[in-house]
Antibody, heavy 119, light 109 residues
């Protein structure tokens, strides 16, 4: 079955850029699904960051839109997140997830990766 | 509106029935999906659509919706159901954005 795995640095300096990748295995990123990033600050709730379709179409959370770029690499079957000008408020567990086209829900999640913003 | 509102905490006695609610304007246009999250784990989808359970989710979990309110009901709550529960849906403004509720901490007594 489809599995997702996040990877990237666990520590980012303030004002820097957070970069994460989500590898898709067991299925194709070119299937009819949107692929999302969701984050969760320590002790807080889930926040949708944005999504991408294999065509490259994207949608972003308005509160983060000015700092977020999500891209797709179909040759590597993966998608990526870049969040610029990070502050301590961006410290969170970052998840990638599949928004299943049939269920219209996040049916598959990665295990999550903790990113800390600190000097 | 792009917000979904959940009660922060709910408790239920072991074996009893509990309802967790989610309110928001977007729920007049879209069904809510529900996720269970246990400490240190990724969220797991438990209900989607009108009232559908993914494979492996016990049938004590069910969903319903009326107006701007979606509900997740656990009939005969078990100790292992103690977790945080989140609802989500598409934003009704038509821009294809996703919104999450703030989450409900369920305690099984």
């Amino acid at each position: 079955q489809v599995q997702l795995q996040e990877s990237g640095p666990g520590l980012v300096k303030p004002s820097g850029t957070l970069s994460l990748t989500c590898a898709v295995s067991g299925g194709s990123i070119s299937s009819s699904n949107w692929w999302s990033w969701v984050r969760q600050p320590p002790g807080k709730g889930l926040e949708w960051i944005g999504e991408i379709y294999h065509s490259g179409s994207t949608n972003y959370n308005p509160s983060l839109k000015s700092r977020v770029t999500i891209s797709v690499d179909k040759s590597k079957n993966q998608f990526s997140l870049k969040l610029s000008s990070v502050t301590a408020a961006d410290t969170a567990v970052y998840y990638c997830a599949r928004d299943d086209d049939y269920r219209n829900a996040f049916d598959i999640w990665g295990q999550g990766t903790m990113v800390t913003v600190s000097s | 509106s792009s917000e979904l509102t959940q009660d922060p905490a709910v408790s239920v006695a072991l074996g009893q029935t509990v309802r967790i609610t989610c309110q928001g304007d977007s729920l007049r246009s879209y069904y809510a999906s529900w996720y269970q999250q246990k400490p240190g784990q990724a969220p797991v989808l438990v209900i989607y659509g009108k009232n559908n359970r993914p494979s492996g989710i016990p049938d004590r979990f069910s969903g319903s919706s009326s107006g701007n309110t979606a509900s997740l009901t656990i009939t005969g709550a078990q100790a292992e159901d103690e977790a945080d529960y989140y609802c989500n849906s598409r934003d009704s403004s038509g821009n294809h954005h996703v919104v999450f509720g703030g989450g409900t901490k369920l305690t099984v007594l």
